[in-house]
Every structure is written in structure tokens, then in C-alpha cells.
């Protein structure tokens, strides 16, 4: 079992930056990927960034050059630096990780954190 707790989300205005953090508990090795997805009121749940094994990581098209997802290993924890936030930023944030076995995985969702930009 693996628990997950996500702090940060708030409210911003357009143009600034906030930091999500998620703290990993349980049976989770630094090799599992782990990630952030949003959703939006009346949308669908997308990804927005994830961290890989071997410190490779992708992203949503309309976040590149905007976010950045970072990990420390030694605390179980990803981060997420959002930076030129913009109103269609708005969504609850959930923190993900993904666990596989022999012939399958499992997702983890943490409980969600909101965040709210302001134009």
C-alpha cells in the first residue's frame, strides 16, 4: 500500500508561481513513477507531468517551459514548481504513482489540492 499527501496548492494570480509537494508513504521505491495530474471543473483528469526512474520526465505541451517536476528519493517526495501561472491552470492537482508487478500496476491517487489563478 502506498499513501499520498499533497500540500501547496492556493490561490495565485496570473503571472506567479506556487510549489505542490507530495510526500510518498508505504511500499514505494525510487524507482516507481510518480507524477502530477489536474482536473478541471467539467474536464476530464490530464496529465501533467510525470518522473521516471532515472530522473527522465515528461510533460503536458501547455505546461512546458512553465512547470517543473523534481524528486528527492531520500525523502519520497515530488515536487512541482509552477511557474507564469495562468487562469487555465486552474484545477484541483492530484499527485499519482504508479506501482508494478509481475504483469501489471497499480495507480495511487493522493486526496488533491486546489489550485486557483486569479486574472
Known amino acids: 500500500q502506498v499513501q499520498l499527501m499533497e500540500s501547496g496548492g492556493g490561490l495565485v494570480q496570473a503571472g506567479g508561481s506556487l510549489r505542490l509537494s507530495c510526500a510518498a508513504s508505504?511500499?514505494?521505491?525510487?524507482?516507481?513513477?510518480m507524477g502530477w495530474y489536474r482536473q478541471a471543473p467539467g474536464k476530464q483528469r490530464e496529465l501533467v507531468a510525470r518522473?521516471?526512474?532515472?530522473?527522465?520526465?515528461n510533460y503536458a505541451d501547455s505546461v512546458k517551459g512553465r512547470f517543473t517536476i523534481s524528486r528527492d528519493n531520500a525523502k519520497n517526495t515530488v515536487y512541482l514548481q509552477m511557474n507564469s501561472l495562468k487562469p487555465e491552470d486552474t484545477a484541483v492537482y492530484y499527485c499519482n504513482a504508479r506501482l508494478y508487478g509481475p504483469g501489471n500496476s497499480k495507480d495511487y491517487w493522493g486526496q488533491g489540492t486546489q489550485v486557483t489563478v486569479s486574472s
Open positions: 518522473s521516471f526512474s532515472g530522473g527522465s520526465t
Open positions: 508505504g511500499s514505494i521505491f525510487s524507482g516507481d513513477p
